[in-house]
């Protein structure tokens, strides 16, 4: 068998469209036009760097797509900066795929010399462009790219205002600061520790002494101070939360400090007070790394245009920012464009996909009057539309902020509803210690009111949760879950109720399973199947369209749609009958006959395609698993043709519901919630968003976790969504070592104030007894949960 021609930019198998240049193969015109740019300007280590690196784009870039970018307003509000002629803009190109792409966009200044430099962040999937405006427009480098195939994405949420970033520059700044204070610090109080440091000079000790509290003054102020913020503003709100030991641990233990060093009776313990605010930043800092690359908000702004063609009184087109659209207003929609806002059809043959919307990639024609709702794709030629309403008034923005409106949910961790007592009883301790030792030894009260303090100092307690937790999390990042915060693998961990949406969350999105039964179709009579099936815009008929392959073209001479029954059309001669058994005159089975399309050629009977989705592999035995153990639900905004299978799956037809709208699914969360359930909503589309936020954990299931659908709390990697299970099982153990390290905290904590009270604990020994604590317990949630990410996903490898 002769091996297939691959094309030398992309590696594509060359078929149709093969072309030959200079005795090289091409599988398009395309990859043959970025081959000879590339070698014109030089830029040979392109495929050095990689084996047929390129990328092959299925449909080629529209003339005019980036028409919009020479809008001045438009523009402007992509700029991140802009200066004289100098702009720098930041641009989502989702074709990066390896090293050779980096190299290619990170030299774009050969291709043109208005550009001055580029930068590839490749986790994020975005280039930051630096020109010259004068040279070159922001329209210019967007076709810049395109021609080399890497075009990129340019939506709505790219013209707000910068995102905020996914770690804080100002965390790494008090990161910085402690870590370097604790290092100097240890060095200048090493005399302190080692044999004869008693005998040091006066002065030098004074000195050292002076030095440490200079040190640690921006520590205690400027990286610990969140901290002390946070407590405030919780007693104030007659809330005490963690921060509140933390805070008066770091208080008590500097003014212990000052006054000593002050007093000029002892060093102080500023080298524990900087190390212990230096683990306690690394912790946060820890818990935040997993996800900082993910965008978890994304709304219906990072999906629209910013721009539309607007249509003005003397039939001139106009790129509009899509935010100054108003009623009334006349806007052309092309091929593969995304209707903006809610529009009633003017003029145009409208055929709406609104799989954005709905899940469902159903063809539906429109006709001229009807109200076409925002977030429905245009397939076919161009359409002209009349505004209804503005953007923000859509029916997809009101679902939308309606659903945001629930997301500032009321979150109680484990470790705040711990710490309120735990406060309360190291405070009440510390003071009875104080006023016993005042009324017995009064020199040894301070004493003992401080070492009470500083050793029972929550940080182990507070280093525990975002270790564990910060762990927990990315072990679930490596294995393909991805969650937002901590408190997520929480809510996630008390879930006792699935709802699922069905298409492209527990089935394949556009694919399904076919087979055929009956006699074997010539190729001449699948060409002629697929000439009517190619013109219509029923769902069975349009998954046989991209099931069908052909070499020959064919248009039907005559076709009619009967509705609700098929189709007849004329190819080449021969009379076609494609639809239902009822249509044909045949009887199946009940079981059969919703999911089956019946084949008739010239009056004779040719057998039938029966359809189904096509599942994700292991969702059979994923739902046989988690029914054991959840309340499982079906809600999908598909018919019900499928209804049988589900019920054989799940087992509880009244858990089965389709043809459920965004809203609906929504109130069905909302209801089940009323009903005391946790509930976890695992979904994939816009229609999905209220659900996802509505639910206790949101769990959106992404293809290309860089691009996904809506906000949530979780990403699952699609082709994880088998080990769904096993995700729910490690939360549940990631929150027992928590509670483990709690125990192991507690004891630590008993034991230290056994002798603090006594007057037996120096602040020092107590200073150094805190972070063996928290190192011994930090060391213990890794190791833990490390020890059960590999005993719970390895082994099922």
Known sequence: MREAIKCIHCGSVCGETHVVSNG????????????????NNQLYNYYELENEPGVRIKEPTPDGKFAFLDH???????????????RKVELYVPAIHCSSCIWLLENLQQLHEGIHHSQVNFVQKRVTIFFDSEKITIRQVAELMASIHYIPEI????????????????????????GFVFGNSMLISLPEYLPGGEHLEEFLKEFFGMMNLLLAIPVVLYSGRDYMISAYKNIVKGVVNIDLPIAI???????????????KTGAGYMDSLSGLIFFLLIGKWYQNRTYQALSFNRDYKSYFPIGVTQIKENNEEEITPISDLKQGDRIRIRNGELIPTDAVLVDGDAQIDYSFVTGESNLIPKQVGELLYAGGKQQGTAIELMVEKPVIQSQLTSLWNKSNNDEGKSIQTVIDRISRYFTLVIVTVAIISFVYWWMVDPSKALFSFTSVLIVACPCALALSLPFALGNGMRHLGEEGLFMKNTADIEHLAAINTLVFDKTGTLTIPNEQQITFDGTDLSSEEKSWVKAVVQQSTHRLDIALNRFLKTEEELQPEKFETIAGKGVTAVVNGNRIRLGSPNFIGITLPEDLSRSTVVVEINDQLKGTFHISSQKRNGVEELLQKLKKRFDIHLVSGDNNWEREEWKRLLEKEEQLHFNQQPQEKRSYVENLQQQHRNVAMVGDGLNDAGALLKSDVGISVADNIYHFSPACNAILQADKMSALDRFLKYSKLIIKTVKRSYVISFLYNLIGLFFAVQGALSPVIAAILMPISSVSVVAFVSGSTTYQAKRLFKQKR
């Open 155 to 178: 939506s709505l949420a790219d013209s707000e205002t910068e995102k905020n970033k996914k770690y804080s520059k100002r965390l790494l700044y008090q990161i910085g600061v402690a």
């Open 72 to 86: 001045p307003e438009i523009a402007d509000k992509l700029y991140r900066f802009k200066e004289g002629t100098s």
């Open 249 to 263: 641990g770091i208080l008590a233990l500097f003014a212990q400090s000052s006054f000593e060093i002050i007093s």
């Open 24 to 39: 090289l193969d091409f599988c398009c015109n395309g990859c043959k036009t970025v081959y000879e740019l590339l070698q």
